[in-house]
DNA sequence: AACCAAGGCAACCGCGTATTA
DNA sequence: ATAATACGCGGTTGCCTTGGT
């Protein structure tokens, strides 16, 4: 409840730090690990509060961290994870392993922002400005939708983080050897990273693997309608080891609805999805991401002629300004699908190949 | 060469929440 | 059950650099 009072502390020193400092720092982390943050400054000689120091460490000392230009892969998978989790630097940090929150969320504000507005297209919501057009035919209803998911994976991260919390604790109560944060690699964990470690194996595998089986089986496709869980739902809860992880915060009820729903007949990698919440929201994922999946890719590949998907839908009027397929209508929804399934896969591809003791899957 | 504006980044601030007493 | 403490996260600020006039 208080609130930490380590940085009102009068005779601390704030602003930029110097390279003795640094030196102290990394060199009382590397022999003793950071153990407290509020007991380390004064341990490491430190005139700076705590709170300080972890920042130098966790954006700046650690040796696990890589500088300079992000890649296009990088960009790639902060716009997309942007486009799912919203300002949730941390968690898309997870998956640029090498990257700290506040660089991707300062490259995100200095670079991929602006490149967004530039093109028409609405930083946070990843849609086209002019997006009214969309609204008659129910696009806007999906983009909604799509903010309800990201809430929705919200809650998901937080029964994670809960799980894994335990998870970490049973396995320290196992084997109540790790002394120090740095004993194991240390990532010196960056901050989402610590979380992860321990429960992981156990509670987090299974959905990612529930997760991939899903992508496995969805884009053999064909068979529409199959039954599929959300990862949510999986983490929900079939684990057996793992600690009995408390109710999710969110979804008193959480289930996915099978391909009842209104997309079954096309051959989507997710087709049959729906995500549903505790107010009986129903829809399918597909349309949600379809869009922005365009606008991302266009925003990647501008000059691309590759990204078919979008370029064939020519009389969008190309641009990102007024593209977003609007109309679309009956014609482009096979476009629509095709950019659907190739949103799912990239994502499915971060899945993949995402550290395994990302805590968001 | 000097000035100014914009961009980029490191660091700080304050809030929310988990943990502990 | 409650309050105090500590930590992590996201938003914001301020300084330094770069580019333009």
């Not at 400054?41 to 000392?61: D, E, F, H, I, M």
């Not at 090498?98 to 660089?103: F, I, L, S, V």
């Not at 093109?119 to 909604?144: E, F, R, W, Y």
């Not at 309800?148 to 799980?163: C, F, G, I, P, V």
């Amino acid at each position: 409840m208080g609130r930490s009072p380590c940085c009102d502390k009068v005779g601390l020193k704030k602003g930029p730090w110097t390279p003795e400092e640094d030196q102290k720092l990394l060199a009382y982390i590397e022999e003793h690990g950071h153990g407290s943050w509020r007991a380390l400054p004064a341990k490491a000689g430190l005139q700076r509060c705590g709170k300080s120091c972890r920042l130098r460490w966790t954006n700046y000392l650690r040796p696990d961290i890589k500088r300079g230009k992000f890649s296009l892969q990088e960009e790639q998978t902060i716009i997309q994870l942007h486009a799912l989790l919203g300002n949730r630097w941390s968690a898309i940090a997870t998956h640029l392993p090498k990257r700290t929150d506040n660089e991707i969320k300062n490259y995100w504000n200095t670079h991929l922002k602006k490149r967004l507005a530039k093109m028409g297209i609405d930083p946070v919501t990843h849609k086209p400005k002019n997006d009214a057009l969309l609204s008659s035919d129910g696009q806007s209803k999906n983009a909604a939708n799509l903010s309800h998911m990201a809430q929705w994976e919200s809650a998901r991260l937080e029964a994670e983080a809960r799980l894994v919390r335990e998870s970490k604790l049973r396995s320290h109560n196992n084997n109540n050897n790790n002394a120090f944060p740095l004993a194991n690699p240390p990532g010196y964990a960056s901050s989402s990273s610590v979380v992860s470690s321990a429960g992981r194996n156990n509670s987090m595998d299974p959905l990612k693997a529930h997760w991939n089986n899903n992508s496995n089986n969805c884009s053999n496709n064909n068979n529409g309608g199959g039954h599929l869980e959300s990862p949510t739902s999986t983490l929900t809860f079939s684990e057996t080891n793992a600690v009995q992880p408390p109710p999710p915060p969110m979804p008193s009820m959480i289930e996915f609805v099978g391909s009842s729903g209104l997309h079954h007949q096309h051959d989507l990698s997710m087709e049959g999805t729906s995500w549903t919440s505790p107010e009986s929201f129903r829809t399918t994922s597909a349309n949600n991401v379809m869009i922005e999946e365009g606008f991302t890719n266009l925003l990647l590949n501008n000059s691309d002629d590759h990204h078919r998907s979008l370029s064939d839908n020519s009389d969008n009027g190309g641009g990102g300004g007024d593209g977003s397929g609007s109309g679309s209508a009956a014609g482009s929804d096979d476009h629509y699908y095709e950019d659907n399934k190739n949103y799912w896969n990239s994502i499915l591809n971060l899945v993949n190949s995402s550290p395994p003791d990302s805590p968001m899957f």
